[in-house]
């Protein structure tokens, strides 16, 4: 594949507005829990960021398509409400580079997939979004009256149809709350990190938060997003491809600082309903992931967190939308609530076991 073919893929090469207003699209999924992370753990936002620039270019001239670059949820939001420490979140995201490589380049992705029914995988994102919410309600306790105005932008644009970016424009507004306190940001070129965790953080909490991640990279990062790729772009892209990719992708950029990352059909979805119809909207979104990595890190420290709960909170309830999105949503509910009182790993092995036995009973039962 050439380059232009990669990037431009069968349509002609003609940049265009849809290339900007596609790169909105997957920011929404991106910004507001990268701000988080960045926020509350020791993390740089220059090197989480870069690392999203790097692969939203890789993976847009890789596969000539408007492919999403998103945080693992599951593992973002055990550490920002600090049930993984990030050298935790460090060996869980080698760990599922490893297991995600393995299983794209074996082929075996599908198989797998039949025994993680979509009730688990909604029943683990309703599990992370409740994870989510309680951090987010703690965090906005902290200053009523930010969160007061975070809550009242966030209803406008709602109002006005654009619920989806409601979280990124009540991060625009705090930001602009912060630059008259710090000034414009100076311009910063992080450096090159090498960070390989101590043998400790291979624990039972990093074992636990790669199990549930896995539960949600099957389903909505391989299996979900290769649909959707059909399905809007007629792209033939298998979900053991997007799972290469993604074990590729975690294996080279965690060790160097970044968030753990996969695709999503999130993503892809955001990037389709805002205009993207060529890789060309990776190529922006990635310069624009630079830029804020060089130029917009240092106001970082300064957001208000009260107004970030709220941010928090906003991707909550996109997930837990997500997570009702099933037919059986007593199944969800009840792996989303097992998660929230034993812990998200737990919820995904129990859940997976009820599901194989749930299965063969309705085998057993259908009559022949």
């Not at 599990?127 to 951090?135: G, M, N, P």
């Not at 966030?154 to 409601?166: E, L, N, P």
């Not at 928090?312 to 996109?318: N, S």
Request: glycine share 10%; aromatic share 8%; net charge neutral.
């Amino acid at each position: 594949m050439s380059l232009s073919a990669g990037v431009f893929g069968s349509e002609s090469p003609k940049f265009s507005v849809g290339a900007f207003t596609g790169a909105i699209g997957d920011s929404v999924t991106v910004l507001p829990v990268v701000v988080a992370i960045a926020a509350l753990t020791e993390l740089s936002l220059s090197h989480l960021l870069l690392g999203f620039a790097v692969f939203q270019v890789v993976w847009g001239v890789r596969y000539g398509l408007p492919v999403s670059v998103e945080p693992m949820k599951a593992l973002a939001a055990l550490v920002i409400a600090g049930s993984l420490t990030t050298d935790e979140l460090v060996v869980a995201g080698l760990l599922a580079g490893v297991i995600l490589f393995t299983a794209g380049s074996t082929r075996t992705l599908r198989r797998v997939s039949h025994y993680v029914g979509e009730p688990v995988v909604r029943g683990v994102q309703l599990a992370v979004a409740l994870l989510l919410l309680e951090t987010g309600i703690r965090l906005s306790l902290g200053s009523p009256a930010f969160a007061t105005l975070a809550v009242g932008v966030a209803a406008i644009v709602s109002v006005a149809g654009y619920r989806r970016a409601s979280a990124l424009v009540v991060l625009a507004v705090g930001f602009g709350v912060v630059i008259p306190q710090t000034g414009l940001p100076t311009p910063h070129v992080p450096n090159v990190t090498f960070v390989l965790p101590s043998l400790s953080a291979l624990s039972s909490s990093a074992l636990e938060g790669t199990a549930a991640q896995l539960a949600m990279t099957v389903g909505n990062a391989a299996v979900a997003t290769s649909l959707l790729l059909s399905d809007y772009y007629d792209a033939d892209v298998s979900p053991d491809e997007l799972a290469t990719s993604m074990g590729v992708m975690n294996l080279l950029a965690v060790p160097l600082g970044a968030v753990p990352m996969c695709h999503g059909s999130g993503g892809v979805a955001g990037k389709y309903a805002f205009g993207a119809r060529t890789a060309w909207s990776n190529i922006v979104l990635g310069t624009l992931y630079a830029l804020a990595a060089v130029f917009a890190v240092g106001i970082v420290a300064a957001f208000p967190l009260s107004m970030l709960g709220v941010v928090l909170a906003l991707v909550a309830v996109e997930l837990g939308r997500a997570g009702f999105d099933t037919d059986a949503r007593w199944f969800a509910v009840g792996v989303g609530l097992l998660g929230v009182v034993a812990n998200v790993g737990v919820a995904f092995v129990v859940g997976v076991v009820c599901y194989i036995l749930w299965n063969r009973r309705s085998d057993a039962t259908t009559p022949v």
